[in-house]
Nanobody
Framework: QVQLVESGGGLVQPGGSLRLSCAAS????????RAWYRQAPGKGRELVAR??????YYADSVKGRFTISRDNAKNTVYLQMNSLKPEDTAVYYC?????????WGQGTQVTVSS
C-alpha cells in the first residue's frame, strides 16, 4: 500500500514563502502524474498544480507564485509557494495518480496571516 507523506506546512506572513514536500512510502515505481490540491474552510477541494512528465498546470490563482517540481529518484513532489496571500490559507493535499488509482496524503495546514 502506497502512502504519501507531506511536510512543510505552517504559519507564514503575507508575502512570505513556504515549500511543501510529499514523499511516497515505497520506491521502485513512478506515478504517472503528481499534483497538489487545497481545501479552504467551507470550500471544496481545488486543484492547485499538477506535473505530468515535463508538463505542468497551475490554477490561475497561483500562476507566477507557485512552482511544482518532482524528484523521481526520491519519488517526491514539491510545491514552492512564494508571495503568499491570506486567501492561500487552506489544507494542502498531495496527490499521485497510478494505474487508475488516485493516492492522497493526509494534508498539511498552510496559514497565511499577519
Amino acid at each position: 500500500q502506497v502512502q504519501l507523506v507531506e511536510s512543510g506546512g505552517g504559519l507564514v506572513q503575507p508575502g512570505g514563502s513556504l515549500r511543501l514536500s510529499c514523499a511516497a512510502s515505497l520506491s521502485g515505481f513512478s506515478f504517472a502524474s503528481r499534483a497538489w490540491y487545497r481545501q479552504a474552510p467551507g470550500k471544496g477541494r481545488e486543484l492547485v498544480a499538477r506535473i505530468t512528465g515535463a508538463s505542468t498546470y497551475y490554477a490561475d490563482s497561483v500562476k507566477g507564485r507557485f512552482t511544482i517540481s518532482r524528484d523521481n529518484a526520491k519519488n517526491t513532489v514539491y510545491l514552492q509557494m512564494n508571495s503568499l496571500k491570506p486567501e492561500d490559507t487552506a489544507v494542502y493535499y498531495c496527490n499521485g495518480y497510478l494505474s487508475g488509482t488516485n493516492y492522497w496524503g493526509q494534508g498539511t495546514q498552510v496559514t497565511v496571516s499577519s
